[in-house]
């Protein structure tokens, strides 16, 4: 392996191997929480972490529905609602151009969010202004904030916007993107167990 894959790996390796960030199941237990209320989550990012946005969607939406394929009759069991923000090219770039860049996650929010719902960022610097001001918005809304963010200088602005933040101890954004995908999977999988166990209780 070259020189700087080994470095590279060697970094992210060691990082994972001190184990999950305690605050992943405390962002586990609000998301179940939200299942169980109906309240919606809304996730967001730039880049790659926007990329990760609608794969927490997709994972957090479909990944943790335990009723999949079941006849209608047999439905009942709740369902995170969740939605992407960077999803909607159309809007995003619609307000990038119209009202400015750092508001083309604030100004969806305006038209969506309710009290309890919450909203999910993802920045590895945790220092996007346009991520940064969404999640200002949804405290004065009463929504609950995450953040999951890396251990760069910037990443305190982020901190102190959420309610719950997962910080991964890497500096190097590709290896923070790495990590925060690993969170993500833990989380979606933690919560449907919770979501499992919960209905196997309720029908003894």
């Known amino acids: 392996m070259s020189t700087i894959g080994s470095q590279y790996y060697g970094a992210l390796s060691a990082a994972l191997a001190a184990g999950p960030p305690p605050e992943l199941d405390a962002v586990t237990d609000l998301l179940f929480a939200a299942v169980l209320a109906g309240n919606t989550v809304y996730t967001m990012g730039n880049g790659a972490s926007a990329a990760l ?3 927490m969607a997709c994972d957090l939406g479909k990944g943790t529905a335990t009723d999949l394929g079941s006849p209608s ?10 939605v992407s923000l960077p999803d909607n090219v159309a809007l995003l770039s619609a307000y990038g151009n119209d009202v400015a860049y750092e ?3 604030v100004e969806p929010l ?3 969010l309710r009290s309890d719902d919450v909203v999910m960022a993802i920045s590895g610097s945790g220092s996007s202004p346009n991520v940064l001001r969404a999640l ?4 004065t809304r009463g929504a609950r904030t995450v953040g999951f963010t890396g251990s760069m200088p910037g990443a305190a602005q982020m901190k102190a916007r959420c309610d719950i933040t997962v910080c991964t101890p890497l500096t190097k954004m590709e290896q923070i993107e790495d990590a925060h995908v690993s969170f993500m999977h833990i989380v979606a999988i933690s919560l449907r167990s919770k979501i499992d166990a919960y209905w196997k209780c309720d029908q003894t």
């Open 73 to 82: 009759t047999h439905l009942g069991l709740p369902r995170l609602r969740i």
């Open 53 to 55: 946005a609608s794969h």
């Open 103 to 105: 508001s083309v996650f």
């Open 110 to 112: 305006k038209n969506l």
């Open 136 to 139: 200002e918005y949804a405290r």
